[in-house]
């Protein structure tokens, strides 16, 4: 893998970086702003099957970028959660927005030739559906939820299994994510973990993870591509 300088106020610098080929995105906090979808999805699943006090929905946003069931278990919540959640996530979905410049960069890449990739932790099914209604499915070689690997982030099997589909050098492959667990998925497949910081991550905990390069809005990602 090629080290990355880190960049913490401004686009990262290209100095001494292969240009890279293939771009593996995480889905929520990266290409589309779906926090408030999913804590109303989040809070009504808690009120369905929980049925008293208050969702914990702080919590359950630290780990995002998991798949949902195995949050259930972290948090000791009932996985017939998920049911309602996802009925919650699909009625709800027409009010998920791509973060500002996402359609830009996303068209930008595919024009410079790059290969492109979403790796959630939501499910393969809801994920394309998704995107679908965003109508971006098309800019992507590949789409995979995490009920499509044996073993979900932070292990690196969603990303090999793009990187694979892809036909990815790993040397000029990065992973943008704004989860640690992200990250740690990148480096378990031996790729460049990129932070998005555009979202509602935890800035603290995420660079506390020392990514390897650090993006402040979609369009840095740009920079380490060849025009």
């Avoid at 995002?64 to 195995?70: Q, T, V």
């Avoid at 993870?209 to 591509?225: G, M, N």
């Amino acid at each position: 893998m090629t080290s990355h300088p880190i960049s913490h106020d401004g686009p990262p610098s290209g100095a001494g970086i292969a240009p890279i080929t293939s771009v593996v995105f995480d889905l929520d906090g990266v290409l589309v702003n779906s926090f408030a979808v999913m804590r109303e999805a989040f809070t009504l699943a808690y009120a369905e099957v929980v049925g008293h006090g208050e969702p914990p929905f702080e919590e359950y946003n630290r780990h995002l970028g998991r798949y949902f069931p195995d949050i259930m278990r972290i948090m000791g919540l009932p996985l017939e959660m998920e049911g309602p959640f996802v009925r919650e996530s699909y009625r709800l979905a027409h009010l998920v927005e791509m973060f500002d410049g996402v359609p830009e960069l996303l068209s930008e890449l595919r024009h410079r030739g790059l290969r492109l990739a979403v790796a959630t932790g939501k499910s393969g099914p809801r994920a394309r559906s998704l995107l679908n209604t965003l109508g971006i499915d098309g800019q992507f070689d590949v789409i995979l939820g995490s009920d499509e690997v044996a073993r979900p982030k932070p292990a690196p099997d969603i990303v090999l299994k793009a990187m694979e589909v892809m036909g990815s050098d790993p040397d000029r492959t990065v992973m943008v994510g704004d989860a640690v667990t992200d990250l740690a998925s990148a480096r378990g497949a031996g790729i460049t973990a990129v932070a998005a910081m555009w979202g509602e991550t935890d800035e603290k905990t995420l660079l506390a993870a020392e990514p390897d390069v650090i993006l402040h809005k979609p369009s840095e990602l740009l920079s380490l591509t060849v025009p």
